[in-house]
């Protein structure tokens, strides 16, 4: 099927769908009110097979090291999938299902599954990642950037992590954990009960992001918009952290934004 865009909706919810680019979520307006913010680098797109920043792209599979291309030097970031064209798999009146298959520079064969659930008051994003032939490790995420202001309204960020990771010069985790500091935030928080924040645009919206996973990075550094990403795994973690893809055993990851008028 094409790569063309996909609108779905629920009471007075719309999401936009972008398969041709980069599988991201183009759009998701509560009301008629925007929360992402709009261009083709932003709205909220997949980290897949790997989030956030490799140290200098490289990683070891096994004995072997894997290089992908610097494309924020000196470091690898947020993955091939959200560079390459998606293929919708199919659309029903709340959800799509989009595909992409994992080509160069990624060593591997494999593809990745986005199923995007929308309801009136949820939206809900599931990713797979499964190899066709040889194990590989892998990590799944997504980065969404929620427009700082909303009607009229900043946002504020609510969370209660149980560690920072702290953060080097080269703005990779050094492997020390420590306790969570006041923003602002390019930083890796541990979430071991699963990611839950809360985003509060006061007297508009509150949108709880929430995931099974226990890793989130928050960036709050930009004046137009806020990122709040649940992943499987922290920066880097390629190297310090990998899961592994096998051919009987896919990698999956769920994350559901959950919202209210206030």
Known sequence: MSDEDITLTAGDAEVTVRPGNGGRIGGLRIGGAELLRQGERYGCFPMVPWCGRIRDGRFLDGATVRQMPLNSPPHAIHGTARDGAWRTARTAAHEAVITYDLVDPWPYRGRVTQVVTLAEDSLTLTMSVEAYDDSFPAQIGW???????????????????????????????????????????????????????????????ELKVASREEWVVVYDEQAEAVCVEPQTGPPNGLNTLPRLVTPLEPLEATTTWTWRRL
């Open 143 to 205: 980065h969404p950037w929620f427009n700082r202001n909303v009607d009229g309204a900043d946002v504020r960020l609510d969370f209660t992590p149980a560690w920072q990771e702290e953060r080097g010069a080269d703005h990779l985790p050094t492997g020390n954990r420590t306790e969570p500091a006041p923003g602002p935030w390019d930083d890796c928080f541990g979430m071991p009960g699963g990611v839950d924040v809360t985003l509060t645009w006061p007297g508009r919206l």
